[in-house]
């Protein structure tokens, strides 16, 4: 724990990401650097989702850092750090694409139109899940990843890489929970279409005129 005495640079990488921010917050200059550390590569990965360039992926990164660090004073120590940054990124990102006229939010409305309200994950559909998460090679999974909408990879990617609950994650996409899990299944349904999807063969066609 974080004792309000300045830290040794060693130490920082042994602070929690609370104890850091006490830290910054005390006017330790390197507490946020080792913050920035932590979150940089899942901050640029995050922003890669929502099919940015690498350009504008750090573009994005450099912003949530630069707001995360200006409202650093108004984080709430009840919630996890890492929703709140992420939170800060989904902000930046739709900014950016709001500017540039190519929000996709029309599909994530669409859908989520299309979910019945009844719709609920039963243990059998955790356990189908599960079984397909341990038996499919990650290689696969990343493969057929791409192919996915925005928004189902961004669910995915944040639920299984940076291991958010689907509360955390419809607080960072501002989405009801039910709704995250509705369409985290559709999207797992859709990597195994994808995935087990028989591949087509190519037929030579040979001229014996």
């Known amino acids: 724990m974080y004792d309000g005495n300045m830290p040794q640079d060693n130490d920082h990488n042994k602070m929690t990401d609370a104890d850091l921010i006490k830290s910054s917050l005390a006017k330790d200059q390197t507490a946020f650097k080792y913050l920035v550390e932590r979150y940089i590569d899942r901050i640029y990965s995050f922003s890669k989702s929502f099919n940015l360039s690498d350009d504008e992926a750090e573009d994005i990164a450099q912003e ?7 409202k ?3 984080y709430n120590n009840e919630h996890k750090f890492q929703t709140w940054i992420f939170t800060i990124a989904k902000n930046s990102v739709f900014d950016y694409l709001r500017k540039k006229k190519s929000l996709p939010f029309s599909y994530f409305d669409n859908n989520e ?3 019945n309200p ?4 039963t243990d059998s559909d955790d356990d189908a899940i599960e079984a397909f998460q341990n038996n499919v090679n990650i290689a696969k999974i990343k493969e ?6 925005t928004f189902e990879r961004t669910i995915i990617t944040l639920h299984y890489e940076e291991e958010l609950t689907f509360e955390e994650i419809g607080t960072i996409l501002d989405k009801p929970m039910n709704t995250v899990k509705s369409l985290h299944r559709r999207s797992i349904s859709k990597l195994k279409t994808l995935i087990y999807a028989p591949k087509t063969k190519s037929i030579r066609i040979t001229n014996t005129g």
């Open 64 to 70: 949530t850092f630069f707001k995360t660090w200006k």
């Open 72 to 74: 650093l004073h108004l």
């Open 113 to 115: 139109d299309q979910i």
């Open 118 to 121: 009844l719709e609920q994950i």
């Open 144 to 149: 057929s990843l791409v192919k996915l909408n």
